[in-house]
């Protein structure tokens, strides 16, 4: 396996779930300032992302006997809502970086795994380049990958990729392809890759900056040793589904958490209702009604996102169809409470704090549309229908990404 051509200094190593967690928590803090101008610029800026992999926290979730952590999925949940709170994109850009480790995991041979986990230990950075625009439904991929006929030991990917988080801060950029017999492959990349091309075309009004665009595939020419059989992952009962869910969920509990925050601000700030008949708003019954409600759903977000990692540890070890379903369902519960949460809250936040809360030099409506934004990333009414079928009837969920 050949180096990455881009020496990277290593990032601190973090050892135990209480440190990711402390400094997750210090790491955010030194992004607030910058948040709402990442926003407005639609980027963040490189020396942020690159202190954000010096902090060791992109490393977290390596296997202990590869030099990482292994933190447990609470805490791994608890780390990218501590960014997402401060700053949305910058907690979902390591989410499917988070993804690609745990696909290494499940599906890369030692070598691989030794390999691309120095990698991560050392700063790199991954970034997802598998949905595409069109298809059928989001599981059709039209990206091919073909063996060399002059090299038997590469192959050639061609195709065009959408949504790919974190292409533009990202060292490598995976690609999600169909081989000759339509079996899912995932190819390893760097991002300067001759035949890659990263397009910054990301427009949507919320999620500004993640760089969730274009990643185009011209005769990507790859070595075969950086292949892997991703078919597999979902061939056989294992924790990527929902593993890739709680992550996602994690970034919706993080502007949820954010909002809340800038909702106590904004309350103290705002005037009381002229029928209220107190002298602050924070003494307003109505408005006490409101952020308690907010209080209790966050607590009930956060139990549920806890339980759910606690379901994904339990299955890690031994996954089977009963423990993996389990996960799935417990995350799904997450899932749906913390959509609901995001978007409440963000909502919220300007009802209670009032006009002055809508003034553009806040942006404080970037909470509202962050939440709405992220929380498209797969349809929660679904999850409805799948915990109700599992609870009464006992019908196991898909094993997918999605679930």
Same mark, same amino acid.
């Given at each position: 396996?050949?180096?990455?051509? $881009?020496?990277?200094?290593?990032?601190?190593?973090?050892?135990?779930?209480?440190?990711?967690?402390?400094? $997750?928590?210090?790491?955010?803090?030194?992004?607030?300032?910058?948040?709402?101008?990442?926003? #407005?610029?639609?980027?963040?800026?490189?020396?942020?992302?690159?202190?954000?992999?010096?902090?060791?926290?992109?490393?977290?979730?390596?296997?202990?006997?590869?030099?990482?952590?292994?933190?447990?999925?609470?805490?791994?949940?608890?780390?990218?809502?501590?960014?997402?709170?401060?700053?949305?994109?910058?907690? &979902?850009?390591? &989410?499917?970086?988070?993804?690609?480790?745990?696909?290494?995991?499940? *599906?890369?041979?030692? !070598?691989?795994?030794?390999?691309? %986990?120095?990698?991560?230990?050392?700063?790199?950075?991954?970034?997802?380049?598998?949905? !595409?625009?069109?298809?059928?439904?989001?599981?059709?991929?039209?990206?091919?990958?073909?063996?060399?006929?002059?090299?038997?030991?590469?192959?050639?990917?061609? =195709?065009?990729? %959408?949504?790919?988080?974190?292409? +533009?801060?990202?060292?490598?950029?995976?690609?999600? #392809?169909?081989?000759?017999?339509?079996?899912?492959?995932?190819?390893?990349?760097?991002?300067?890759? $001759?035949?890659?091309?990263?397009?910054?075309?990301?427009? /949507?009004?919320? &999620?500004? +900056?993640? *760089?969730?665009?274009?990643?185009?595939?011209?005769?990507?020419?790859?070595?075969?040793?950086?292949?892997?059989?991703?078919?597999?992952?979902?061939?056989?009962?294992?924790?990527?589904?929902?593993?890739?869910?709680?992550?996602?969920?994690?970034?919706?509990? =993080?502007?949820?958490?954010?909002?809340?925050?800038?909702?106590?601000? +904004?309350?103290?700030?705002?005037?009381?209702?002229?029928?209220?008949?107190?002298?602050?708003?924070?003494?307003?019954?109505?408005?006490?009604?409101?952020?308690?409600?907010?209080?209790?759903?966050?607590?009930?977000? !956060?139990?549920?996102?806890?339980?759910?990692?606690?379901?994904?540890? /339990?299955?890690?070890?031994?996954?089977?169809?009963?423990?993996?379903?389990? @996960?799935?369902? $417990?995350?799904?519960?997450?899932?749906?409470?913390?959509?609901?949460?995001?978007?409440?809250?963000?909502?919220?936040?300007?009802?209670?704090?009032?006009?002055?809360?809508?003034?553009?030099?806040?942006?404080?409506?970037?909470?509202?549309?962050? @939440?709405?934004?992220?929380?498209?990333?797969?349809?929660?009414?679904?999850?409805?229908?799948?915990? =109700?079928?599992?609870?009464?009837?006992?019908?196991?969920? +898909?094993?997918?990404?999605?679930?």
């Amino acid at each position: 396996m050949t180096a990455p051509s $881009a020496a990277l200094a290593r990032a601190r190593t973090i050892t135990t779930d209480d440190e990711a967690r402390e400094v $997750a928590r210090a790491f955010a803090e030194t992004v607030r300032p910058h948040a709402a101008r990442i926003d #407005a610029e639609r980027r963040i800026p490189l020396e942020v992302v690159d202190a954000f992999s010096e902090t060791g926290l992109w490393a977290i979730t390596i296997p202990r006997e590869y030099g990482g952590a292994e933190v447990s999925h609470a805490t791994l949940a608890d780390v990218i809502a501590t960014v997402s709170a401060v700053e949305p994109s910058l907690g &979902q850009i390591p &989410q499917n970086h988070f993804c690609l480790v745990e696909d290494i995991r499940l *599906s890369g041979t030692p !070598e691989q795994k030794a390999f691309f %986990f120095e990698l991560v230990l050392g700063g790199a950075r991954f970034a997802n380049a598998f949905s !595409e625009a069109g298809g059928k439904n989001v599981a059709q991929i039209q990206t091919t990958l073909r063996p060399d006929a002059d090299d038997p030991g590469t192959v050639v990917v061609s =195709g065009r990729k %959408f949504y790919s988080t974190g292409s +533009a801060y990202a060292h490598w950029i995976p690609v999600l #392809a169909v081989d000759e017999e339509g079996l899912e492959k995932l190819v390893f990349t760097e991002r300067d890759s $001759a035949g890659l091309t990263v397009v910054d075309d990301w427009s /949507a009004f919320g &999620q500004r +900056a993640t *760089s969730s665009g274009t990643v185009v595939l011209d005769g990507l020419r790859v070595p075969a040793e950086r292949v892997f059989p991703m078919h597999q992952e979902y061939e056989v009962p294992t924790i990527a589904g929902p593993f890739a869910q709680l992550t996602t969920a994690a970034v919706d509990l =993080g502007i949820a958490r954010g909002a809340i925050v800038e909702t106590h601000t +904004a309350v103290r700030g705002a005037r009381p209702w002229i029928d209220s008949g107190v002298d602050s708003a924070t003494e307003d019954p109505l408005t006490l009604e409101r952020v308690g409600r907010l209080d209790i759903d966050l607590a009930a977000a !956060e139990a549920l996102t806890e339980k759910a990692g606690a379901a994904l540890d /339990a299955a890690k070890p031994t996954p089977d169809a009963q423990n993996v379903a389990a @996960a799935s369902i $417990a995350v799904a519960r997450a899932k749906v409470l913390t959509t609901e949460l995001s978007l409440e809250a963000s909502s919220r936040l300007l009802e209670l704090g009032g006009t002055r809360s809508a003034l553009g030099e806040k942006a404080l409506d970037r909470y509202w549309r962050n @939440a709405r934004v992220h929380t498209l990333h797969d349809p929660v009414r679904w999850k409805y229908a799948i915990i =109700g079928d599992y609870a009464l009837n006992g019908t196991l969920p +898909a094993r997918h990404s999605w679930i």
